[in-house]
């Protein structure tokens, strides 16, 4: 009877895929939110990774591996499709329909807009495959869910704002270059930084900016600087590394000197060696090792017939399994104690040539 109901839902899926890609149909919404049924294993679990798209280098440059080899050293037998939506809606809930009509036995999902995947992660329900949320929380019967606290990401984010603009921080004029609000994480980065900042500074300008862009942060930061003028504006609230590169960008190609403080978050290398120069006051760092290990874990727990385990004692949205981790602020003043002594970058790929002399006076090189 299981058997039958997971071919039935099989072909439901195929149907509804040769549909969307002969006439871009409209998947059914459905509000039911029911923890999936584990599928039974077959010895030889596959596990789709489903990643949003390949602007921002994390995806492509850490979490793919890291998850791929992590779940090769705990299920040698497993084997791992990894797939791109590159920022695309439709193409990702099309690899899902895909997935599932290929019986995968576990999903790790990181939506590109969280509501849209909704009727996608149902579909999942349906054919009895769990999906595991992988850093952006997705609509829908989850059946586990790995990241970081995103408000938490904010608030350490809005901290450092105020602390680098010191005294002059009170009723100072800042510009909000907040992320994509269609990503959960968007929402909650955008929350946690004004649980700070409202009634600390006065915010000038604030976006939200449609895909994570950075050249839609340089649209926006240049549109705020014609705006307010270069006098105005004395900190930019950047929800993540990407958009501070834009931000920094409009502000040079406008002449603004000195540069005002700029957030961030990623820790990617170029916001590093932006830092170590003194043109981004910070990022934050979340360690990709411990997220892409635990959603590793689950995600084989789940292919193998098993819950998600000990590791998701925390819980969201009432009582979805959780592994929540703690984000870390990252300054010039931390960087070697950071992504340094994680492994995550040498001093060799931060201290090129071009920014020696900085990594010098940071104390990162004699």
Not at 26 to 41: H, I, L, W
Request: proline fraction near 8%; charge should be positive; glycine fraction near 10%.
């Amino acid at each position: 009877m299981r058997a039958h109901r997971r071919h039935a839902a099989l072909l439901a899926v195929a149907a509804s895929l040769a549909l969307a890609l002969g006439a871009c149909g409209k998947a059914a919404e459905s509000g039911t939110v029911v923890r999936p049924v584990p599928p039974p294993t077959t010895g030889h679990p596959t596990i789709g990774l489903l990643l949003p798209d390949s602007t921002t280098p994390r995806w492509d440059r850490f979490d793919r591996p890291l998850i791929e080899r992590r779940i090769g050293r705990l299920c040698p037998a497993c084997t791992v499709q990894a797939v791109s939506a590159q920022g695309d809606v439709a193409l990702q809930q099309q690899q899902v329909d895909s997935m599932i009509i290929k019986g995968v036995n576990a999903l790790l999902l990181v939506p590109v807009d969280a509501k849209a995947m909704h009727p996608a992660v149902e579909k999942a329900r349906n054919a009895r495959i769990p999906v595991v949320s992988y850093d952006r929380l997705a609509e829908g019967p989850i059946s586990a869910y790995v990241s970081f606290d995103g408000q938490e990401v904010g608030r350490l984010q809005g901290k450092a704002l105020l602390r680098a603009m010191g005294p002059r921080a009170r009723g100072a004029g800042i510009v909000m270059m907040n992320g994509d609000l269609a990503d959960p994480n968007g929402v909650a980065f955008k929350k946690g930084a004004l649980s700070v900042l409202h009634g600390r500074v006065r915010i000038e300008k604030s976006y939200d900016t449609a895909g994570w862009r950075p050249e839609n942060a340089y649209t926006n930061m240049s549109g705020a600087i014609a705006a307010l003028g270069p006098h105005r504006i004395d900190g930019v609230y950047a929800a993540n590394d990407g958009l501070a590169s834009g931000v920094i960008a409009a502000l040079r190609a406008n002449s603004i000197r000195p540069i005002p403080p700029v957030t961030g978050q990623d820790a990617e290398l170029a916001a590093v060696q932006r830092i170590v120069e003194g043109k981004q006051y910070m990022s934050v760092y979340k360690p990709f090792k411990p997220e892409a290990y635990a959603a590793a874990r689950i995600a084989v727990n789940l292919a193998r017939g098993a819950g998600p385990g000990p590791i998701a004692r925390d819980r969201v949205r009432g009582d979805v399994p959780a592994v929540l981790l703690h984000p870390i602020p990252l300054t010039v003043h931390n960087i070697r104690q950071t992504v340094v002594k994680d492994g995550m970058y040498t001093i060799r790929q931060i201290c090129t040539p071009e920014y020696r002399p900085a990594c010098v006076r940071a104390g990162l090189m004699p």
